[in-house]
């Protein structure tokens, strides 16, 4: 008997997804194997009821699986629900208080950029995202900071799906117009929305990455523009990517 026949079903199970949550593309099963070393029916099996039960996808028509809703459900639930949710908690209520408009903890799912935590203003006049909320990923600060943190080439692939929804006037309904700010945000480190999503609202974003530099969550405060201006919320980036910076070591940083 091997050392990999001994390895539990569901560690095995366990140990898929983890060389998948690693890879920054779409893996076939022979490719999963070459790290696991086992039997090659037993990881075709394996990912075949992963797939089944929502937790991996194929990439289009392919062989190659990438992770699903339900696996990043799960994830995002293990972040939110673990100690390290106080920890968050705390620096978005940092934030909020240096920025003074309401602070966003957005990830990305299937359906668009999703608000998993978020602290208000206490300014009366607010606009109203609750937790929970998703939005688009073309036309939100958060939304173009994801698809910015994607590779040139799978940011033009990705987009390339996208229906580019005008939603005001200010709205990227181009694939070409949409890539070269990408571009442009790739480079500076930032996500502005300029009434992009909705009139009368400018948001701000910045990636949260993980150790080894991938994308995590996008960190963004939004306000009316009746009291932001756009110069204002740029002024505005360094206390984000300080918070960003703290936010990535509460998660990933061993205690």
Same mark, same amino acid.
């Given at each position: 008997?091997?050392?990999?026949?001994?390895?539990?079903?569901?560690?095995?199970?366990?140990?898929?997804?983890?060389?998948?949550?690693?890879?920054?593309?779409?893996?076939?099963?022979?490719?999963?194997?070459?790290?696991?070393?086992?039997?090659?029916?037993?990881?075709?099996?394996?990912?075949?009821?992963?797939?089944?039960?929502?937790?991996?996808?194929?990439?289009?028509?392919?062989?190659?699986?990438?992770?699903?809703?339900?696996?990043?459900?799960?994830?995002?639930?293990?972040?939110?629900?673990?100690?390290?949710? +106080? &920890? $968050?908690?705390?620096?978005? %209520? @940092?934030?909020?208080?240096?920025?003074?408009?309401? /602070?966003?903890?957005? #990830? !990305?799912?299937?359906?668009?950029?999703?608000?998993?935590?978020?602290?208000?203003?206490?300014?009366?006049?607010?606009?109203?995202?609750?937790?929970?909320?998703?939005?688009?990923?073309?036309?939100?600060?958060?939304?173009?900071?994801?698809?910015?943190?994607?590779?040139?080439?799978?940011?033009?692939?990705?987009?390339?799906?996208?229906?580019?929804?005008?939603?005001?006037?200010?709205?990227?309904?181009?694939?070409?117009?949409?890539?070269?700010?990408?571009?442009? +945000? &790739? $480079?500076?480190?930032?996500? %502005? @929305?300029?009434?992009?999503?909705?009139?009368?609202? /400018?948001?701000?974003? #910045? !990636?949260?990455?993980?150790?080894?530099?991938?994308?995590?969550?996008?960190?963004?405060?939004?306000?009316?523009?009746?009291?932001?201006?756009?110069?204002?919320?740029?002024?505005?980036?360094?206390?984000?990517?300080?918070?960003?910076?703290?936010?990535?070591?509460?998660?990933?940083?061993?205690?």
């Amino acid at each position: 008997m091997t050392e990999t026949d001994r390895i539990p079903t569901n560690l095995r199970t366990l140990m898929i997804l983890e060389i998948l949550g690693r890879s920054d593309q779409a893996m076939t099963a022979t490719e999963i194997n070459a790290a696991l070393g086992l039997p090659k029916q037993t990881v075709h099996r394996l990912c075949a009821t992963l797939e089944q039960n929502g937790f991996l996808t194929r990439q289009g028509n392919s062989r190659r699986f990438q992770v699903a809703r339900r696996l990043r459900e799960l994830g995002a639930g293990l972040l939110y629900n673990s100690r390290d949710h +106080i &920890a $968050r908690r705390q620096i978005l %209520l @940092d934030v909020a208080h240096q920025i003074g408009e309401t /602070v966003n903890y957005v #990830v !990305p799912e299937d359906a668009g950029m999703s608000y998993l935590d978020r602290v208000e203003t206490d300014w009366a006049f607010r606009i109203q995202l609750p937790i929970g909320t998703h939005v688009p990923f073309h036309c939100t600060a958060s939304g173009k900071s994801f698809l910015a943190s994607l590779a040139p080439a799978a940011r033009k692939r990705f987009v390339a799906t996208l229906t580019l929804e005008g939603m005001t006037e200010a709205t990227h309904t181009s694939q070409e117009s949409l890539l070269e700010e990408l571009a442009l +945000i &790739a $480079r500076q480190g930032y996500a %502005l @929305d300029q009434e992009e999503f909705l009139e009368g609202m /400018v948001a701000l974003a #910045v !990636p949260v990455k993980d150790p080894a530099g991938r994308f995590v969550s996008a960190l963004a405060f939004h306000g009316p523009t009746q009291r932001v201006k756009l110069s204002e919320a740029v002024e505005r980036v360094d206390v984000l990517h300080a918070a960003a910076k703290r936010l990535s070591a509460a998660l990933f940083e061993q205690s």
